[in-house]
């Protein structure tokens, strides 16, 4: 073992020792591990053509709603496209004008709006089976799928009129301390109940609703924060700074906090997951493999699974071991043992598991005194 790879090791036994280390290290591989990149760069461009029709319709509805009350009107939509500092403006701006045709601009914003937020509810749908690592026969079929689609629109729109009601008690660095305090300590809560609904929505239902609660809380508070900041460097750097409210600019911007919003929610699904399946800590360079580094192998080969009569086994020779372990074992591994099996077994048409000796989805076991093949 060379210099370079014992300092690694070390690095490794240390932030295995530590939990919270361990913990945000085991987060960030299974990011990796899961080409979750893929999965919010997917996020960001559904997220970009539900945006517009849905501010479109929004301001269409507000024309209609208030429109013997500007002054209402004009709250509700800086409100509404605070959401999305250093471009909002410009947003408002761009989609404030469409409001003359109200019957064109309803129709169109409705058709935008079923279009995009379909294919969004599909790539979250998409997103949360590969962060749950939930086998192809487990997800939900077309009709379901669809169902699920309209059940987000539903909760994507009272979200978005929650989060915009509690958003317009007031704006970062407008007034008194407390009551921005109060303002953002509500919005926090909007947007952690947003978050909630959203994972129950999108996650399959094998799933529980428990184990979605502290990733909701994670992408809530974090959104919230993001926020904050955003209209802080807004009103105090960037006011009356036109350059910033380009064309391009305003597109460039949208798509990168778009993007940012899609990567916290992509994060905030991956710690649920890591929880759940308690996946740390994980190893920086292998072997050994941890407990949890098997553990995830285990579940990405089962994720394959793609018919219900399939049957997927999967099989890790050598017993889990730490990084310190392996350090004070003299770089070396036991392989004479099977260290972690995994199976789903094939079912018959009426639903029973085949085989006397299948152990059930999901059933994880341990064995020794097997030789490696």
């Known amino acids: 073992m060379n210099t370079i790879q014992r300092t690694i090791r070390r690095v490794d036994a240390f932030q295995q020792r530590h939990r919270p280390l361990a913990f945000a290290y085991g987060v960030a591989k299974k990011y990796g591990s899961d080409n979750a990149g893929s999965l919010t760069v997917q996020l960001t461009y559904s997220l970009f053509t539900t945006l517009f029709p849905l501010l479109l319709l929004l301001v269409t509805v507000l024309a209609l709603v208030l429109a013997n009350d500007p002054s209402a009107r004009t709250r509700v939509l800086h409100s509404a496209f605070s959401q999305f500092p250093i471009v909002g403006t410009q947003l408002a701006h761009n989609i404030h004008v469409m409001k003359r045709n109200s019957a064109f601009g309803l129709a169109l914003g409705i058709a935008g709006l079923a279009y995009g937020t379909t294919g969004l509810a599909g790539a979250g749908l998409a997103t ?85 609660v502290a990733g909701a809380v994670f992408g809530g508070i974090v959104w919230t924060v993001l926020q904050a900041v955003g209209g802080f460097v807004v009103n105090h750097y960037l006011r009356g700074d036109n350059a ?13 906090w778009l993007y940012l919003g899609a990567q916290v929610t992509v994060y905030a699904a991956e710690i649920n997951a890591v929880l759940a399946s308690r996946l740390w800590p994980r190893g920086i360079m292998a072997p050994p493999l941890t407990a949890a580094d098997q553990r995830t192998l285990a579940n990405q080969v089962i994720q394959s699974q793609r018919r219900p009569e399939q049957e997927v086994v999967t099989r890790i020779w050598g017993a889990p071991m730490s ?22 077994p094939a079912r018959d048409p009426a639903g029973v598991a085949a085989g006397s000796d299948a152990a059930e989805p999901g059933e994880a076991r341990r064995a020794s005194g097997h030789a490696p093949p």
């Open 128 to 212: 949360m089976e590969q962060v749950w690592n939930i086998p192809t026969p487990e997800r939900p079929g077309f009709v379901p799928r669809m169902l699920r689609s309209l059940l987000f629109l539903v909760t994507l729109g009272i979200g978005l009129v929650v989060t915009t009601v509690l958003s317009g008690f007031g704006t970062f660095g407008g007034h008194r301390f407390w009551e921005e305090a109060l303002a953002e300590a509500l919005a926090a809560v909007g947007n952690i109940g947003l978050y909630l609904a959203a994972f129950r929505v999108l996650t399959p239902k094998l799933v529980r609703a428990r184990q979605l």
């Open 244 to 256: 910033v409210y380009g064309t391009f600019g305003t597109v460039l911007g949208l798509i990168a």
């Open 323 to 344: 990084a310190g372990e392996y350090l004070a074992n003299g770089g070396t591994v036991d392989l004479s043992v099977l260290g972690y099996e995994r199976r789903v």
